[in-house]
């Protein structure tokens, strides 16, 4: 376990190291921004409810998001209170402000992934018409690009663990397994 750790701590100071650069920190700092409170991937979900076509996506995304916060922020993070990586890594410079809640798993990354996978697995199974297959595939792949981005961000600016991370990519993609399965379950029934 002690190597894990270790590992862990010194893949942020290989990233540190190789990785970041002036051109990349502010915007690493604004894609880390877009997972604060979720509020990105609310929005997206809100505004994928308004037209029916699309309707089934943003439910199906606010469920995930729900499901994945519930695990993530209420449970898991003041069960396992693991202190954040710039507390404990010696030489981890902090690029954005202190957090004030523990650090695993992440919020932002569950909360990215919950979604976008959410909006994969609804748009497959939702999204019969050929000219809607497109937007689904589109709005699909955007949101899988900019949840890997936003998880990454959280290792670039140094306030997660890469186990952190993976802990709330898979976390986030069981809440949207388990939303779709959930409305899947509420669209037979109607």
């Known amino acids: 376990m002690n190597f894990l750790?270790?590992?862990?701590?010194?893949i942020l100071l290989w990233l540190q190291e190789y990785v970041r650069s002036d051109f990349l920190t502010p915007i690493m700092k604004g894609i880390t921004s877009l997972g604060n409170a979720g509020w990105f991937w609310i929005v997206l979900s809100?505004?994928?409810?308004?037209?029916?076509?699309?309707?089934?996506l943003g439910i199906t995304g606010l469920l995930a998001l729900a499901?994945?916060?519930?695990?993530?922020?209420?449970?898991?993070?003041?069960?396992?209170?693991?202190?954040?990586?710039?507390?404990?890594?010696?030489?981890l410079t902090l690029l954005v402000?202190?957090?004030?809640?523990?650090?695993?798993?992440?919020?932002?990354?569950c909360a990215s992934f919950a979604?976008?996978?959410?909006?994969?697995?609804?748009?497959?199974?939702?999204?019969?018409?050929?000219s809607l297959k497109k937007w689904g595939r589109v709005?699909?792949?955007?949101?899988?690009?900019?949840a890997f981005l936003i998880a990454f961000?959280?290792?670039?600016?140094?306030?997660?663990?890469?186990?952190d991370v993976l802990g709330g990519?898979?976390?986030?993609?069981?809440?949207?397994?388990?939303?779709?399965?959930m409305v899947k379950k509420i669209q037979e029934k109607q």
Request: proline letters at 4%; one cysteine or more; aromatic letters at 10%.
């Open 5 to 10: 750790l270790q590992l862990d701590g010194n």
């Open 46 to 56: 809100i505004l994928l409810c308004i037209p029916k076509k699309t309707r089934w």
């Open 67 to 91: 499901i994945g916060a519930l695990i993530t922020n209420i449970v898991l993070k003041n069960w396992v209170a693991r202190i954040r990586p710039y507390e404990v890594v010696e030489g």
């Open 97 to 109: 402000r202190k957090q004030k809640d523990f650090s695993f798993p992440s919020g932002h990354s």
């Open 115 to 130: 979604a976008a996978v959410a909006y994969y697995k609804a748009q497959k199974r939702t999204m019969t018409d050929d």
């Open 139 to 146: 709005i699909s792949i955007a949101s899988i690009v900019i």
């Open 153 to 163: 961000s959280r290792l670039y600016v140094g306030v997660h663990y890469p186990s």
């Open 169 to 181: 990519i898979l976390i986030g993609c069981g809440a949207a397994w388990a939303a779709d399965w």
